[in-house]
T-cell receptor, first 114, second 113 residues
Framework: DAGVIQSPRHEVTEMGQEVTLRCKPI?????LFWYRQTMMRGLELLIY????????DSGMPEDRFSAKMPNASFSTLKIQPSEPRDSAVYFC????????????FGPGTRLTVL | AQSVTQPDIHITVSEGASLELRCNYS??????LFWYVQSPGQGLQLLLK??????LVQGIKGFEAEFKRSQSSFNLRKPSVHWSDAAEYFC???????????FGAGTTVTVRA
């Protein structure tokens, strides 16, 4: 298996622009997680899905952030409008069976908002 | 809510020497405990996990961790480090009802020749 795939790997955008991050989980995995990593706040869980349904989005910073999982093989995290404080590395992870089972992380998307 | 403290931000160790990374957690019951490793520019990889049973847990790459309930600790150890062990290490905890992972701030390990 190719592992969790994220695109793009790097994104540079200007404040106010819409940003869409994409994730393809490992085939067959039924849990999908979005994390954000910054120097100041460390690694934070933003939202997670089970069988394409959002289970907990309490970590989503504000209404500018939204996440969707239209099918079992694809998820997006959208920021609209983007702000400089959104600059971070965003990771997608997936797991099988239980949320506490091993999570397999993608390589991350490094987002820079100017 | 659960939380994790990793007291050491950065550790430097000589190749071949032993390594111990500290992790303390806060939770009202026995949580699920994890150690992940992140190499530069990469995502996180699970080293080992503790759910219940034997308090000494073996993981991949020669790592082990010991759960000590009395100290609320889950320290990671390796008897002899290799240059490839240079990375950032994260301890994480999940509650038995809330499966969300809470990560510590991480410890960066530098290995010198």
């Amino acid at each position: 298996d190719a592992g969790v795939i994220q695109s793009p790997r790097h994104e540079v955008t200007e404040m106010g622009q819409e940003v869409t991050l994409r994730c393809k989980p490992i085939s067959g995995h039924d849990y999908l997680f979005w994390y954000r990593q910054t120097m100041m706040r460390g690694l934070e869980l933003l939202i997670y899905f089970n069988n394409n349904v959002p289970i907990d989005d309490s970590g989503m910073p504000e209404d500018r952030f939204s996440a969707k999982m239209p099918n079992a093989s694809f998820s997006t995290l959208k920021i609209q409008p983007s702000e400089p404080r959104d600059s971070a590395v965003y990771f997608c992870a997936s797991s099988l069976g239980l949320a506490i089972n091993e999570q397999f992380f993608g390589p991350g998307t490094r987002l820079t908002v100017l | 809510a659960q939380s994790v403290t990793q007291p050491d931000i950065h550790i430097t160790v000589s190749e071949g020497a032993s390594l111990e990374l500290r992790c303390n957690y806060s939770y009202g019951a026995t949580p699920y405990l994890f150690w992940y490793v992140q190499s530069p520019g990469q995502g996180l990889q699970l080293l080992l996990k503790y759910f219940s049973g034997d308090t000494l847990v073996q993981g991949i790459k020669g790592f082990e961790a010991e759960f000590k309930r009395s100290q609320s600790s889950f320290n990671l150890r390796k008897p002899s480090v290799h240059w490839s062990d240079a990375a950032e290490y994260f301890c994480a905890v999940a509650g038995v009802r809330d499966y969300k992972l809470s990560f510590g701030a991480g410890t960066t390990v530098t290995v010198r020749a």
